[in-house]
């Protein structure tokens, strides 16, 4: 049973990274159509990984209607607002336009989901603005450097600002393509090499958190 | 501009109104913004099962199986899809307790794959091209012979791939911990601190117009439909929020009050 | 002077909400029309679509959501009449499960007004979960990864797919992204093993990030943000609400670029009293 629980998972990552890891360098056709098919399967596991998201979602706000905790009416008008849609959903097989006409998931869609997402990023820019002026403060030479980079760029970025200012247009960008980039590149080379060395652990069996915790792990 | 419809009208309306239910959080955290709030997650979770239901099962599992099986009810391969279908129906037993450490088998086939792909291209992709482009020749050959390029303009100029490699290299080592920074290292972790700063600067330059322009798709938005073909829906629904938000206030206050 | 500073330093920040919504708002009323400028490396997307030949497979991937839309459905929109008025046959498609409506309102449109017909000049494949699986796939058997559109539509045999077995057989990509399952997935994923020329366009957030890629050539062009969209709109001379929105861009960067010197005014002015000022 403990082989099962424990080991079987583990060869089967070990088999699957090696595999996949060679099949990159075998042009064979053999080699290919694994690819091609295993690739297809993980869409499909993918779609069921997604349902235990959604589940996690149902039963935290569940509890909180069986239990009727403090604003348990709002985890209500969740379900109300999930249940809604799946009906809505289902009724318009899925789809939010038939011939160009918009379906009434479409209109859910357009009309609720839209602006509502919208919404709630672009919020944001308010609270950019508020704690720029609070915050962003030249406080030290490095601060001083992020100050001027910063306002350089959100001249250079706008058609007053190139207007007004217009070698700030070409400050930005030679910024942007040379002193951002060999940052950006740095972060990028240091943090891939991270992303390879844990793959490398998982193969190898050495990292195992994503088998989900548990004493026989 | 062509008539618009009753749906059309009654969308605006409901569109107007939750974006103006969630900017009245600026004022303060309110019913109106949670409604919207929970509103949002539950229309999106819904939207979610159902895409996930006719693209997933409907579209890449249920109707190729049918129609491989239909074709050739005989051959082992047209039963392949069975083996994604039966891994994905492992994972969600991780809710069984009993059964959940069946589930494990279903990550391990996914990490596994995962893992697998990544390594490689990776590191063809993100370092060793990444690498090639830092390291570029900074004489060439042209018509007149050898040179090399000063143009700052020029990102591809030699002056600018000499500042590109003193950059990576000193941002690469101000975040290597294992080494103290003292002496030179000191000198290069601080030109690597400068580099940072600049990028960061950029970054949030970018980050301040890109909100922006969030902001102003919201707005552009609630001006359209506060015209009078969409019955002032921006500007009615703006003084009942108002409105709203003063009753809610005051019964607050007046609760506090009370206590 | 002081007492001036220390009260403007703890200004409620309703005001400074009032003041971005008022930058924001009057110049979307009463715009005043500043030339855009174009950048080079949104001009290297538009050159690299302007010289396909008629009929090139042209694949766009909206791969974001309805956050995003007001910077990346300017760029779709721009450069799918872009797309239509060469004649290419162009596949969209997504990533981002709730940008699928989205990615589809935004052909329907485009093609509407460019009278283009679903399934012979274009073709919308809907959303499918996997990201790099899903590209992998796609590499190797298009109509595995998509048995059918959007619409439900059977893939093999469309008009608009004739002769596209897989990636390897797109003429030009271009990732519309607003995050990590984007440009750089892409890349890895799609173009380092199967060589289809790619750009990105991107929101501003991730726009600095994906420099190094175009350094190095792992995409030819970058459209950054709104500015992005409004450089494309001048480049196919059709103005769009990137356009319309890029007066209330600059308003808005000036509002912030003041108040972040006038917060450094006042902090130097306290600066020398005896403890910092919060």
């Known amino acids: 049973m403990i082989f099962l629980k424990r080991q079987l998972p583990l060869i089967i990552t070990f088999v699957m990274g090696v595999a996949f890891t060679l099949q990159y360098y075998i042009p064979h056709p053999i080699s290919e159509e694994a690819i091609t098919n295993v690739s297809k399967w993980m869409q499909i596991i993918s779609g069921f990984a997604l349902f235990l998201g959604l589940a996690s979602l149902f039963h935290v706000h569940a509890v909180k209607i069986k239990r009727q905790v403090p604003g348990w009416g709002y985890s209500l008008v969740l379900y109300a607002g999930m249940l809604g849609t799946i009906a809505v959903g289902f009724w318009s097989h899925g789809e939010t336009r038939v011939a160009g006409a918009q379906t009434s998931f479409g209109w859910l869609y357009d009309y609720t989901m839209v602006p509502l997402q919208g919404t709630m990023f672009s919020i944001l820019a308010f609270f950019i603005a508020s704690a720029a002026y609070r915050a962003f403060r030249a406080r030290s030479r490095e601060a001083s450097v992020l100050l001027a980079s910063a306002v350089i760029v959100m001249m250079g970025r706008v058609p007053l600002g190139q207007f007004l200012v217009p070698w700030t247009w070409d400050v930005t960008q030679c910024l942007l393509n040379v002193l951002n980039s060999a940052v950006r590149r740095a972060i990028l080379i240091g943090v891939s090499m991270g992303a390879v060395a844990l793959s490398l652990k998982i193969i190898l069996g050495i990292e195992r958190s994503y088998l989900g915790g548990g004493r026989d792990q | ?259 | ?278």
């Open chain 2, 1 to 259: 501009m062509p008539e618009l419809t009753t749906a059309t009208i009654l969308g605006a309306w409901v569109a107007a109104g939750l974006t103006l239910f969630i900017y009245s959080f600026l004022y303060k955290d309110n019913p109106l913004f949670k409604l919207g709030e929970h509103l949002y997650v539950g229309i999106s979770v819904g939207y979610s099962v159902v895409l996930v239901w006719h693209t997933v099962f409907l579209r890449l599992l249920w109707e190729p199986l049918r129609k491989s099986v239909s074709e050739a009810p005989a051959l082992l391969e047209s039963y392949i899809l069975l083996i994604p279908a039966i891994l994905g129906v492992l994972m969600l037993v991780r809710f069984i307790p009993r059964i959940a450490w069946l589930s494990r088998i279903a990550f391990a086939f996914v990490v596994g794959f995962g893992s697998g792909v990544a390594i490689p291209r990776t590191v063809s992709a993100l370092i060793l091209k990444q690498i090639e482009d830092t390291v570029n020749p900074l004489i060439t050959m042209g018509a007149n012979g050898l040179s090399m390029g000063l143009d700052l303009a020029s990102p591809q100029s030699g002056v600018n791939t000499i500042i590109l490699l003193i950059g990576v290299v000193s941002v690469l080592f101000y975040f290597f911990f294992s080494v103290e920074h003292t002496g030179p290292g000191m000198v290069t972790a601080r030109m690597g601190v400068y580099f940072v700063m600049i990028a960061f600067g950029a970054a949030f330059g970018y980050t301040v117009m890109s909100r922006m322009s969030l902001l102003i798709g919201r707005f552009s938005d609630l001006i359209k439909f506060s015209g009078a073909e969409y019955g002032y829906a921006t500007l009615i629904l703006l003084a009942v929020t108002v409105l709203t938000l003063i009753g809610w206030e005051a019964l607050v206050r007046q609760k506090g009050q009370g206590v």
């Open chain 3, 1 to 278: 002077m002081k007492e001036f500073a220390r009260r403007m330093v703890g200004i409620d920040r309703r005001v400074i909400f009032l003041l971005i919504a008022g930058a924001v708002l009057l110049p979307l009323v009463k715009p005043f029309g500043l030339p855009i400028k174009v950048s080079p490396e949104v001009k290297a997307v538009y050159d690299y679509i302007e010289a396909l030949p008629e009929r090139s497979v042209f694949l766009l991937s909206f791969d974001f959501d309805p956050s995003s839309k007001p910077e990346l459905e300017p760029q779709a929109v721009a450069l799918l009449r872009h797309a239509f008025r060469k004649n290419l046959r162009v596949m969209g498609m997504t990533h981002w499960l709730t940008g699928t409506g989205l990615a589809d309102g935004v052909f329907s449109k485009v093609a509407a007004e460019m009278e283009k017909e679903r399934g012979k000049d274009y073709v919308f494949l809907g959303w499918s979960p996997g990201g790099g699986s899903l590209i992998i796939a796609m590499g190797q058997d298009l109509y595995k990864a998509f048995p059918s559109d959007y619409s439900k539509t059977p893939t093999p045999g469309m008009p608009v797919l004739d002769g596209v077995r897989n990636l390897r057989d797109v003429d030009y990509m271009v990732s519309l992204a607003a995050g990590s399952s984007g440009i750089e997935m892409w890349y890895v994923f799609g173009k380092d093993k199967y060589r289809f020329e790619m750009a990105g366009g991107s929101t501003g957030v991730i726009a600095p990030g994906l420099y190094p890629f175009l350094r190095s050539g792992q995409i030819n062009g970058l459209i950054g943000g709104l500015q992005g969209a409004a450089e494309y709109e001048t480049l196919i001379t059709q103005k769009g609400t990137a356009t319309a929105g890029m007066d209330a861009q600059s308003a808005a960067h000036f509002v912030i670029i003041i108040l972040v010197l006038l917060c450094n005014v006042f902090y130097f002015m306290l600066r020398g009293e005896k403890g910092r000022p919060s």
